[in-house]
């Protein structure tokens, strides 16, 4: 009798654990239901697409400071308003002004094989311009700032660096290739003007070989700021080729572009309010910000339209989350990070608790899965739900991230995801003029919607 005293309550503890460890178990049945209803109401009704096609046709490229980011506010603020959701309001931010210019200009010069040759090219964002006449000067190649140091102001000093480091196309996802090129676009004008060049051109980041230069955020460091630009990679393979039988060859190029005062803008949140827990916040969101050289569909238009949908999907199936969701439309993700960056901040400074947050930010291509960012015991907990995801194509939670635009709230020990669509095709239109909505496919940009809808759901039912 004393040892079944002794033993009955490690018995009910461990009976207690059980039980516990088979309530999100028993609770699948019903969950699995909830997500079948979720992804047939937007493969069946999505609102997404048609959103998708007024924000990229109807307001276009949307780069922060700009009449167009201006109007993509309003234009989030009114459809959100319209579906009627709890609370729609927008947040202040300041943000960086980086305009193109007019016209921008480049050509080979003098190369013995094959003359004077045009050639596509577009301004790094956040780059000085040459001036009205322009800059020309021999051209060195390489492949990495170790390439360039070794060259020294000795080989650069009065040249224009050409970096083309190529994506690696062994990587299967090409965002391991993005990464491993894109300092390039980031510090090369940076690093070649150490050494006295100046200007800088990137090889664009892309896949393909095509003849669309890719834009992107570039950043100075040090006092001597030298113009960079994008070329093409269909003119980047031929300006090397060029180079290796003339290297006394010169290159080109005018661009009028400036950086001007800082301006006011806005994110955009729409809330619904949690049935249970309403002062626990989930946060899922896209950036309303894009480049001006296309008009931001899968970059990321996508994201926003698919985080409202979350929301609108739940409004129309009436369910009614156990927890805060928000869908924020972040601003100036792509110079400048100023909407993120304010979120977080508001969330200190209102004591509000974020227990998770999502972002889409990688296209409107085929869902594959999840990355993750946080604790450990987040991700097991998550992990639990795979089987419910996986009939709809989620298998893939090996990814590490959570995207750029809830990186601060990272910051804060907030466990972050990022929708994982496939990744051959997102840097064919990255950045690029082909970035339009026409290269949007309806049912893969819906089913992205659905998928974060549902894991939104099972956050919000189960916490984290």
Known sequence: MNLL?????????LF????????PLRAQPADSLTIRRIFDEALRNGHGYRHLD?????????LSG????AAAVEWGYQVMKSYGFDTVYTQEVMVPHWVRGDQEVARILNSSKAGNVDVAVCALGGSVGTGDKGIAANVVEVRSFEELARLGKKGV??????????????????FDAYGEAVTQRGAGASEAAKYGAVGAVVRSMTTRIDGFPHTGGMRYQGPVRIP??????????????LLKEDGSLKFYFRTTCETRPDVKSHNVVGETKGSTT?????????????????????????????SIEVLRIFKTLGIRPKRTVRAVLFMNEENGLRGGTKYAELAVRNREKHIFALESDRGGFSPRGFSFEGNPAALAKILRWKSLLEPYGLHDFSGQGGGADIGPLAKLGVPVMELVPDPQRYFDFHHTSTDRFEFVNQRELELGGAAMAALIYLVSEYGL
């Open 66 to 69: 700009s009449p167009q980011a």
């Open 157 to 174: 000093e009065g040249k224009i660096v050409f970096f083309n480091r190529a994506f690696d196309p062994t990587r299967i996802n090409t």
């Open 16 to 23: 207690s654990l059980l039980l516990f460890s088979l309530l």
């Open 54 to 62: 007024y924000l990229s046709n109807r307001i276009g490229g949307r």
């Open 278 to 306: 309403p002062g626990e916040i989930i946060t899922v969101g896209g950036h309303l910000d894009s480049w001006d050289t296309g008009h931001g569909a899968h970059d990321d238009g996508a994201g926003c339209v698919q």
């Open 228 to 241: 960079a630009v994008a070329i093409c990679t269909r003119d980047a393979e031929l300006l090397s080729g």
């Open 5 to 13: 005293r002794k033993l009955l309550p490690c018995s009910l503890l």
